[in-house]
């Protein structure tokens, strides 16, 4: 049971072919959307793989009687009550990836584009607690900005409020939009405002829906993993089906972390030094790189140089170098079949064994571990603090 207008359901659905497909299960698959809804209790289902992030789904689901995997983006606080597993993304480390990747980038003030606290989307008021959260933790600045119940499509005004909310930030700014669809809003808004994308305002979404990413200026978006979310769901369909013990339990499966495009590809500090230093690092974290490498680069002394990255980024330019690397390693890890011993090299480690040191100790997983969440779906909590439990 999925909307296939949402991208989200419909990557979840890849997720559960490639199960179906990986256990060898010629299983015949009834494939129904959020507007058709079928009648389960008279359906002779076997099981039920549905998003119950909308109320009516998820009632109908609950009361077929029939066994049932949910999933979904933020209906986490009312899993309880279902009784079924509910596996659904982990909204506090989407936002917190999203943060850390416009603050890596040096802006002072960040705001955050979210949907209507009257909604029914709280997975927007989640992120946009954890993002203002990290923010605020780290002595940033923040603006909120909420579009309203029924702001959809080009007569519902919003475009004229994004605008006039764009043009009264101070400037430079990173924002991060609730998922990629505001996020291409906040884009066009810039662009009817004269506001640069990214040297004034650099954009962030959630969901790394390509085709929306791709539309006029590419947008950077939060990569959510919805299909290993599917490929858990189909995994735990089969086991209720066949009668084996499943946790009742709600799972937060981490983002796979951010794809960056043009919409964030800028160094936002005032200092020039700083900026290009900045700079030199993310274009060489493929490779070994030391302190004096970048203070080569620069031209300035090492002293000068910590004391400006002190005074720009909070950090040292030891921990620059070091979450380039880690940024490298994940994206590495999560997205290709590269060896690990490859990957280390490829993220500037002289050794796999030194790259799973930084590693764990930085997420909490060792690279093996992460790789395996990422392929079979499990979940892992990174650096959002300590994991949650399994339904597997």
Not at 75 to 104: M, V
Not at 134 to 139: F, L, P, V
Not at 241 to 253: C, Y
Request: hydrophobic residues 40%.
């Amino acid at each position: 049971m999925f909307d296939p207008g949402r991208a989200f359901d419909v990557q979840v659905m890849v997720g559960i072919g490639a199960y179906l497909r990986h256990a060898n299960r010629h299983t015949p698959v009834v494939v129904a959307h959020g507007h058709r809804l079928v009648d389960f209790r008279s359906s002779n289902a076997d099981g039920i793989i549905a998003n119950l992030d909308d109320p009516w789904v998820a009632d109908a689901v609950v009361a077929s009687g029939v066994k049932a995997v949910g999933f979904g983006t933020g209906a986490a606080a009312l899993h309880e009550s279902w009784g079924i597993p509910y596996l659904h993304t982990n909204n506090d480390l989407i936002a917190i990836q999203a943060a850390e990747h416009l603050l890596e980038r040096g802006f002072d003030r960040l705001a955050y584009c979210g949907c209507s606290p009257r909604s029914d989307s709280s997975c927007s008021a989640e992120r946009e607690r954890a993002f203002v959260d990290h923010a605020r933790r780290h002595g940033r600045a923040i603006d909120v900005f909420h579009t309203r119940p029924s702001a959809a499509g080009p007569s519902s005004g919003l475009q004229s409020m994004l605008c006039t909310w764009l043009r009264g930030l101070p400037r430079p700014v990173g924002i991060m939009a609730a998922h990629d669809w505001l996020g291409r809003e906040v884009v066009e808004a810039c662009r009817i405002s004269g506001i640069g994308v990214p040297t004034d305002a650099a954009v962030i979404g959630v969901g790394n829906e390509e085709l929306v990413c791709q539309l006029g200026v590419p947008l950077s978006s939060i990569d959510l993993g919805a299909n290993q979310i599917g490929y858990a769901a189909a995994t735990l369909l089969d086991k209720l089906i066949d009668g084996k013990p499943v946790a009742r339990v709600g799972v937060a499966f981490s983002p796979i972390g951010v794809v960056p495009r043009v919409s964030t590809d800028v160094i936002a500090i005032a200092d020039a030094s700083v900026a290009k230093a900045m700079t030199f690092i993310r274009e060489h974290a493929d490779g070994p790189l030391r302190v004096s490498d970048v203070v080569r680069a620069v031209g300035i002394s090492p002293t000068a140089l910590e004391v400006r990255f002190r005074a720009n980024l909070r950090h040292t330019v030891r921990d620059a170098i070091q979450r380039a690397h880690l940024d490298r390693a994940r994206q590495l890890i999560g997205t290709t079949g590269l060896p690990l011993k490859q990957v280390a090299i490829d993220s500037g480690y002289k050794t796999v064994q030194h790259m799973t040191i930084c590693f764990t100790r930085a997420y909490g997983l060792s690279p093996g571990r992460f790789r395996k969440v990422g392929a079979q779906g499990l979940q892992a909590q990174g650096s959002s603090g300590g994991p949650e439990g399994s339904p597997l």
